[in-house]
């Protein structure tokens, strides 16, 4: 068997990647290499959730006030149980955790970083088969090392991040990073059981045909976002037809979506929900710094998503994300 050295494993490229700073430590490598791994166990037990009793809910509530899907809890247990066993991980905040957990050994105090997450988007369709993923935020800790991490770690501004990504449990399982040199995806072959660059360089088209929003909220919504939706559905691009209307109802697979082909994803605020429905922390805050990086835009509909200083850990806000060209377009109406 001729085994083709063009493909570039997780591994391979993080490494290749340090070869060019000689004085990096591999600490981020060997942390997105942690994450891959609890991503696996996640997706080994997403594609045979049908057949075992770990669908549905298990009874608790978290600090959302939703009800905990047992996927969910096995998720977050995963991802929790591999970053308290590495080296590169000094604590961790989690939309199933109250609270932050911090990695109070010798070992963690002295690592450079702290992780946040949604460990899985979008469970509540998992049930239907539909798409569902991993959210991942990673910033380099403001406390001093050899000490154990603190909330200010954790209370950072989105452009402080070192990297973001998602992992995206669909007809093939993707991982998608992104620093600040590039976005990357990378796909797992379950032959090998390795995730392979099969995504490099992601860039996010300029204007797209796509727009993304929960219809069911359309008369609950501010009247200038209304207009743009309305707007949206009478574009006509020329020689491009109509824009049209997606919305999986996860997050994780929306934006991949409008990532990849060119879009908008929508979650305003509603009069019910002013702040919105979605975490700033470890939901916006990555996705923006990814869309961003592959050249698209974000914001809450007044300011850029990673300029917001958040107050506390489970905040919420108004999100706005994708290509260049509608996020600017949407941005006129939201400003007129």
């Known amino acids: 068997m001729v085994v083709d050295r063009k493909i570039l494993t997780l591994d391979e490229f993080t490494i290749q990647q ?31 959730a049908g057949l075992v009793d770990i669908l549905g809910d298990t009874g608790n509530i978290n600090v959302q006030g939703e009800e905990v899907k047992k996927m969910d809890e096995f998720a977050n247990n995963q991802f929790v149980g591999v970053l308290r066993h590495g080296i590169s991980c000094a604590g961790i905040a989690s939309e199933e955790l109250d609270d932050i957990v911090v990695f109070d050994d010798e070992v963690s105090n002295n690592s450079k970083y702290i992780c946040m997450f949604d460990p899985l988007d979008g469970s509540t369709n998992i049930d239907v088969n539909v798409s569902i993923g991993t959210i991942f935020s990673i910033y380099r ?25 998602y992992i995206i449990y669909g007809s093939s399982t993707i991982f998608v990073y992104a620093t600040r040199r590039g976005v990357n995806g990378f796909t797992l072959d379950p032959s090998i059981g390795e995730y392979t660059l099969s995504h490099p360089d992601i860039k996010c088209p300029g ?35 109509p824009y049209t209307q997606r919305y999986i109802g996860s997050m994780v697979a929306d934006v991949h979506r409008n990532l990849m082909k060119g879009g908008i994803f929508m979650y305003p605020g509603t009069t019910d929900r002013p702040k919105g429905k979605l975490r700033l922390l470890y939901e916006c805050n990555p996705f923006a710094f990814i869309v961003e990086k592959a050249g698209g835009k974000a914001t809450d509909g007044r300011q850029r998503i990673l300029d917001i200083q958040p107050t506390e850990l489970h ?22």
């Open 18 to 48: 340090m070869r060019e700073y000689p004085l990096a430590t591999g600490e981020l490598a060997g942390l997105l290499r942690d994450i891959g791994l609890a991503a696996k166990r996640v997706n080994v037990e997403v594609n045979k």
């Open 141 to 165: 800790r403001v406390t001093p090392k050899g000490t154990p991490a603190k909330h200010e770690d954790f209370l950072q501004p989105g452009n402080r991040q070192i990297a973001a990504g």
């Open 207 to 241: 204007q797209g045909q796509i727009y993304s929003v929960n219809h069911g909220h359309f008369f609950r919504y501010d009247d200038k976002v209304k207009d743009y939706i309305q707007v949206c559905q009478n574009k006509n691009i020329t020689n491009g037809g």
């Open 315 to 336: 905040e919420r806000t108004p999100f706005f994300i994708g290509s260049k060209g509608m996020m600017e377009e949407l941005e006129g109406y939201l400003e007129s």
